[in-house]
């Protein structure tokens, strides 16, 4: 079954900054960081890392402060840090559009993601220490061109994290969730940390029957 990876974000940028340039084809394109504050239906942000190409920026002018629209896909990639592999987590932008500061915007609709994919990694499931409220952690692994993967980190809460939790290795998913940026400190150390993860808002499992049938069509 093809996967899916689509992606929506509306916020304000913050800041931006030149991320590098490729030498690919005839000429050098220009791949901009832009770093992207997008509200939440709370009073808190999520602070989005946003990769994009100069190409898509002719109609949308990159300033500080401007509200965009960016549809793309969320790719991730391993690096090494003091000899340790880190993952990280990013969108990819395939559209940039500039709206205007008036613009009627849906709160719902400022931050929405669609995967499907397959479960990479044993699930892990606890409780919330105030409220006792279930969550499962899930890595989700999305096919990409060129025999590429992303692997993407969620988080599900309550009914879907008791769903997600009886899931294993192996197994097919489809969710809808938001991109979230999540600040933490670690044991130990005394300075802060930001993970990026996929919050879940509904989950659904591909059946076995499903999968056979969208196998044998490709």
């Known amino acids: 079954m093809k996967c899916i990876n ?3 974000l509306i916020g304000t940028v ?3 900054q030149l991320a590098f340039t490729s030498d690919k084809g005839s000429c050098n394109e220009k791949f901009y960081n832009i770093i992207l504050n997008v509200p939440r239906l709370s009073d808190n942000s999520d ?3 946003v990769m994009c190409s100069e190409k898509l920026l002719f109609d949308a002018k990159l300033e500080v402060g401007k509200t965009i629209r960016v549809d793309g896909k969320i790719y991730t990639h391993n690096y090494l840090h003091n000899g340790k592999s880190h993952l ?3 969108a990819y932008a395939y559209d940039v559009t500039e709206l205007p500061d008036d613009a009627e915007i849906d709160p719902k609709e400022r931050n929405t993601v669609e995967l499907s994919g397959v479960i990479c990694r044993d699930t892990h499931s606890r409780k919330t220490a105030k409220t006792f409220r279930s969550i499962t952690d899930m890595m989700i692994a999305v096919d990409r061109s060129y025999n590429k993967k992303d692997y993407i980190p969620c988080i599900a809460w309550g009914h879907n994290a008791t769903l997600a939790g009886k899931r294993k290795v ?4 489809k969710l809808i969730g938001r991109f ?3 600040v933490y400190r670690k044991k130990g150390i005394n300075h ?3 993970a990026y993860e996929i919050s879940v808002i509904d989950l659904t499992v591909i059946p ?5 049938v969208a196998a044998a069509s490709e």
Request: proline share 0%; net charge negative; glycine share 4%.
């Open 6 to 8: 689509n992606l929506k």
């Open 14 to 16: 913050s800041d931006y």
């Open 47 to 49: 602070t989005i890392s």
């Open 88 to 90: 990280s987590i990013y």
């Open 170 to 173: 192996g197994d097919r998913v």
């Open 180 to 182: 979230q940026s999540r």
């Open 192 to 194: 802060d940390f930001t």
């Open 208 to 212: 076995e029957e499903e999968k056979s």
